[in-house]
């Protein structure tokens, strides 16, 4: 899991992060969630992009609604 993830990228905040989860999993609120026991997805393709921006397309993604960028480079990728 997440346990011990956060703790050296981001210090004090990390430690907190870290209580937060590990209460959260004590009180099995972390349990029956939607995608548990699966692989995370690949999110490679975002590492160089920033966060906010890729949760935004996450988020409409997930919505149904896609930029329409977004229908062009899957056009480019099928004629690839």
Same mark, same amino acid.
């Given at each position: 899991? *997440? =346990? +011990? ?8 905040? +990390?430690? *907190?992060?870290? %209580?937060? #989860?590990?209460?959260?999993? &004590?009180?099995?609120? *972390? ?12 999110? /490679? /393709?975002? &590492?160089?992009?920033?966060?906010? =921006? &890729?949760? +935004?397309? %996450?988020?409409?993604?997930?919505? +149904? =609604? ?5 229908? #062009?480079?899957?056009? *480019?990728?099928?004629?690839?």
């Amino acid at each position: 899991m *997440l =346990v +011990g993830y956060y703790e050296p990228m981001f210090g004090s905040l +990390g430690k *907190l992060v870290e %209580r937060q #989860i590990k209460k959260a999993q &004590a009180e099995g609120q *972390l349990e029956g969630l939607e995608g548990e026991g699966q692989p995370l997805p690949d999110r /490679s /393709s975002e &590492a160089q992009t920033d966060p906010a =921006v &890729a949760a +935004g397309h %996450r988020i409409m993604a997930q919505a +149904g =609604v896609l930029p329409e960028e977004f229908s #062009i480079k899957k056009e *480019l990728d099928a004629a690839r």
